[in-house]
């Protein structure tokens, strides 16, 4: 652990430094009007760096440099384009560690589990690389007198605004697609973790991008990032976030028309029959709560459980749970770090009070850990004897905890599973493949998986109905955001 703090001081010795800058046009600047705020690290809670806050000057320089690259960058073949992008991913790989230590240090997210963060972030600008020749083809359509071709152009320069639970993840997750797709963008980062963003768009400009193609404003949602989704030359906004602020983007962009993409919160239930394996079932209902702290909007937060098995499964998660390392993130064994920051730390363990004042039992954790560095640090949780009703089991807490609720039958398990506002993942265990089936055809979720925990696999869909998202990523359904569909009919 110390040899990797060290590490990690070292990586982190340049933002002590020189703060986090943003980058337009390909140049380092500061805000227009000189703000800056301090970043801290939710494991001791001490600034690590002071960060440019750009406002909406920034945000106009921003999108007019997007916009001055825009024509040269859709014009690029796409062969070039994709091996550009494959470029950046050696780049990225090559920064692996970096990434990795910087990332664990800025939100708390432990090194077990951002080691592949990076490298997954790699392997997101392959996927689309790869694509990016094919991106705009279309299809013909003969019709009596006329042939049909229909293509898709890049809509032009778009605005990406990420969150900070998993940040650099998610950072080449939307911008990857946009950039194969031969748009420019300009992102925002979150506030609470800028210091991966800031690693991405170097390498991405050292791996060969050109100037202005890729700009980074750091600052605060309601005067940078309201300014990206309200400016005229921006003309898609791809966001992951929560769902209130997907409202408010919805709002601030309706005066220029702005196409969105939302990727919202969760509370996603993980539905365990008794005929399941029960062992695996309880392995990945933690795996899906507790990794990544419980800040992961795929996770499972509710647990919906057969009667018959509903003591001895619980007993088990709980078991599961209390043994589960919580600690410094540079630890290689932690698993749970310090939550993103003491504000979010405060609401998560508000939502534990209010789970007991609902009546609802503490089976494991349920109070502040003593971690190293004084950080925001929260046990692992598990309450029982909860009802669908609770506020636990209504609303996101986006923490480690999770909220057992026994169900009678198939009937009320898919009324509970889909009695919330949200509707992004649902996990099924059961060894009846006909009922597997039959559930998951009403259940009201855009991804589901079914005895397994969640895996990716880059080219299905992914994204929530319900209050959880509009739009889907991943294959060529980011193409079609980035993308217009033209047609243009020839008489014959
Ligand atoms: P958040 O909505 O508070 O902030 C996300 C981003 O939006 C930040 O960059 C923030 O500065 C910006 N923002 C805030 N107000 C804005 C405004 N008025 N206009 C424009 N931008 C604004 O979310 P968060 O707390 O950073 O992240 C946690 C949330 O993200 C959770 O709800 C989680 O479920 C969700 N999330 C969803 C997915 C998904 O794929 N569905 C993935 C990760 C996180």
Redesign the pocket.
Known sequence: LQENIARAEDYLARFRKQGVLNRIGGEDTAAADGSTYETISPVDLKPIATVARGNAQDIDRAAKAAKAAFADWAAMPGQARRKLLHNVADAIVHRAEEIAFVECMDTGQSLKFMAKAALRGAENFRFFADRAPEARDGKSLRADGQVNLTTRVPIGPVGV??????PFM?STWKIAPALAAGCTIVH?????SPLSARLLVEIAEEAGLPKGVWNLVNG???DA??A??EHPLIKAIG?????R?GS??MR?GAETLKRVHF????KNPVVVFADADLERAADAAVFMIYSLNGE???SSSRLLVEKGIYDDFTSLVAEKASRIKVGHPLDPETVVGPLIHPVHEKKVLEYIAIGRSEGAKIAAGGAKFDGPGGGCYVSPTLFTGANNKMRIAQE?I?GPVLTAIPFKDEEEALALANDVQYG?TGYLWTSDVTRAFRFSDHLEAGMIWVNSENIRHLPTP?G?VKN??IGRDGGDWSFDFYMETKNVAFAT
């Open positions: 605004i990420t969150p900070w639970n998993t998610l925002k980062p979150a506030e609470f605060f949602g309601e990032g309201k990206l989704t966001f992951v976030g929560e769902s602020t408010m983007i601030q990727e919202l919160g969760g992961r909007c795929t996101e986006f992004l992914f929530g959880s998202g």
